[in-house]
């Protein structure tokens, strides 16, 4: 049972008060104490150690304190308690405890090198784990029984067909939101059943990958930067690398491999799902039937479309798994840097996946494929 600091105030036999303290006089005791001995309103003349059984320098500041400030005198303090009192009473207790901030011009330009330094630290980073997925890459084409296949499709499945139902969904919303706001837009210029190029050609070739990317980016990309965060904090991944176990091999892998995989057939699909949006709506509020709008779009959009989305996929889905595990491979120290790391797992993919989208724009323009 814990032991609290005590005082009492009694007065000698020349009428001077005593201040007498007893038990222990340590940091985990004298917090109740302390604040009522800050609030004394009466002159100490003495000060008593006589029944204190412990002190610490937390004690011995505070009686020193009380020293100094009423001028008092000390008595009954043992040879320990004395020690401390005379240490501590060579500081004088005060002094700037806030951070030393420099000037605003120097402090910008302290900002902008920390920065800048920051990018130069997180290329090599990215250069060093490129290099690692590479090298095991390369010694599991030297040895194809070392990919470790069940891995692969267990996050297929998580990746791919756990995600159907949601980037279905998605997809067929996008889709009835394309097709009625294309109408309306179209109908000013009496051209409303252009609508079923306009949803069949945006779908295949540039909503229905890159929704399905932002989603698997948000979905499993974050799921592979707190995962492997997650067992990186635990020190799994070191214990990996005890045992002869390359932690590249057997956690990065097999998630690139399914991400690389499943999103092409997940950006198909997506793809698919927006135009059965748009055939939907259509038969509502365009009187086309449904049947017709399918027929259609296999008329109007080129067999190109479907390709340009078709190849875009694969590198969306090489960006976001790597974005993911190079974040969750980065996790050290606490667990709040798992959250962290997650974020920016998913912003970093969302990122690059637009950038990249860009990037095959232009490109797929200058071959002919616009």
């Given at each position: ?23 222990p ?33 937390v ?113 067929f ?20 059943m ?29 799921s ?41 057939l ?7 799902a ?15 039937p449904?049947?017709t ?15 340009v ?62």
């Amino acid at each position: 049972m814990r032991v609290w600091t005590d005082f009492t105030l009694e007065q000698d036999d020349a009428g001077r008060a005593v201040l007498a303290l007893s038990g222990p006089l340590t940091v985990a005791s004298i917090g109740v104490v302390d604040r009522a001995l800050r609030e004394l309103d009466s002159v100490v003349a003495r000060i008593d150690l006589s029944r204190v059984t412990q002190i610490d320098t937390v004690g011995a500041w505070t009686v020193w304190r009380l020293v100094r400030n009423h001028q008092a005198e000390l008595t009954g303090a043992s040879d320990q308690a004395q020690r401390l009192i005379a240490a501590v009473s060579k500081s004088s207790g005060e002094g700037h405890t806030g951070e030393h901030r420099l000037p605003v011009v120097p402090r910008t330009f302290q900002g902008v090198g920390v920065l800048v330094s920051g990018w130069g630290e997180g290329f090599v980073r990215i250069l060093s784990f490129l290099g690692a997925v590479l090298v095991a890459w390369w010694g599991i084409l030297r040895s194809p029984s070392r990919m470790r296949w069940l891995a692969v499709v267990r996050q297929a499945e998580l990746v791919g067909i756990s995600a159907l139902g949601i980037i279905g969904l998605m997809s067929f919303l996008v889709g009835i939101v394309i097709a009625q706001q294309g109408a309306v837009q179209l109908e000013q210029f009496g051209a409303e059943m252009l609508t079923v190029n306009l949803t069949g050609r945006i779908a295949l070739r540039e909503l229905g990958v890159l929704m399905t990317a932002i989603m698997v980016a948000g979905r499993s990309g974050s799921s592979f930067a707190a995962q492997i965060g997650t067992m990186k904090l635990t020190e799994e991944i070191d214990a990996m690398r005890t045992i002869g176990v390359s932690p590249v091999e057997a956690l990065v892998i097999p998630r690139i491999l399914a991400a690389v995989v499943m999103m092409p057939l997940l950006g198909f699909y997506a793809a698919l799902a927006a135009i059965v949006g748009g055939a939907f709506i259509s038969s509502f509020t365009l009187g086309i039937p449904f049947m017709t709008f399918l027929l259609r779009v296999q008329e109007v959009v080129p067999i190109h479309d479907v390709w340009v989305g078709l190849v875009k996929a694969p590198f969306f889905g090489l960006i976001i798994a790597l974005a993911g595990c190079y974040q969750g491979m980065q996790v050290k120290a606490n667990a709040e840097e798992v959250g962290l790391r997650t974020t920016m797992a998913v912003v970093q993919a969302i990122f690059m996946v637009i950038v990249l989208d860009a990037f095959f724009a232009v490109f797929f323009t200058e071959v002919g494929w616009g």
